[in-house]
């Protein structure tokens, strides 16, 4: 880190000092650039347990990638760990999804686990600490969305994603309750709640 970072007012801004400091990382250990991004926190259209989001250039008109952190999230650890494993996916615009030049980054940043669902080795969550520290307080408080607000689905149908491709389907409790099945990628479905 070159020089101490003021208070930040905005979460925005300070999801956007750590990226530019992570996009160093990028260069340095994987010699990979990181390309232009707007940061966020939000939900997404895509549900399931996800809690960071990446979308690809080409869905936005100005051509740039958006992240979303979820407003679920105030551990500032938490919300560096997942921006980088979304910044994973920006630097190759999601062309290898979770495998390829992604698992192969990730894992050298210090990623680790299911690639779908990565955190921090021990390396790594030592240099987000220091960065969260260097950073300041995260400024943002966690969001959840009250009971009985959400419309509840009418129908008796169940929806299941694949965590890897994001296919899709609906079927009932009781083919659930025989085993989650396996998408045509080969990855098992999880229920989407």
């Known amino acids: 880190m070159t020089e101490p970072f003021t208070q930040f ?3 925005e801004a300070w999801l956007h000092a750590g990226a530019d400091e992570m ?3 990028f260069k340095k250990v994987c010699g990979v650039d990181v390309p232009e991004l707007r940061i966020s926190t939000g939900w997404s259209k895509r549900s399931g347990k996800a809690v960071g989001w990446c979308w690809h250039a ?3 008109k100005d051509g740039v990638n958006q992240i979303f952190v979820s407003p679920e999230v105030d551990d500032p650890v938490t919300a560096l760990a997942i ?6 996916h920006a630097s190759d615009n999601g062309a290898s999804k979770h ?3 992604f698992r192969t980054t990730a894992k050298a940043l210090g990623l680790v686990g299911k690639m779908t669902h990565t955190s921090p080795g021990e390396e790594l969550t030592a240099g987000l600490r220091k960065l969260a520290e260097d950073l300041g307080p995260y400024p943002h408080a966690k969001l959840t969305q009250p009971e009985g607000r959400i419309a509840k689905d ?3 149908m169940l929806k299941l ?3 890897y491709c994001d296919w899709s389907c609906r079927t009932t409790k009781k083919w659930i309750e025989q085993g989650l099945p396996t998408c045509f990628c080969g990855t098992e479905l999880e229920l989407v709640k």
Not at 83 to 88: A, K, N, P, R
Request: aromatic fraction near 4%; charge should be positive.
């Open 9 to 11: 007012v905005h979460r």
């Open 23 to 25: 996009r160093t990382w």
């Open 58 to 60: 080409e869905c936005a």
């Open 83 to 88: 921006l980088l494993h979304e910044m994973v």
């Open 99 to 101: 495998s390829g030049h």
């Open 154 to 156: 009418g129908t008796r």
């Open 161 to 163: 994603q694949c965590p």
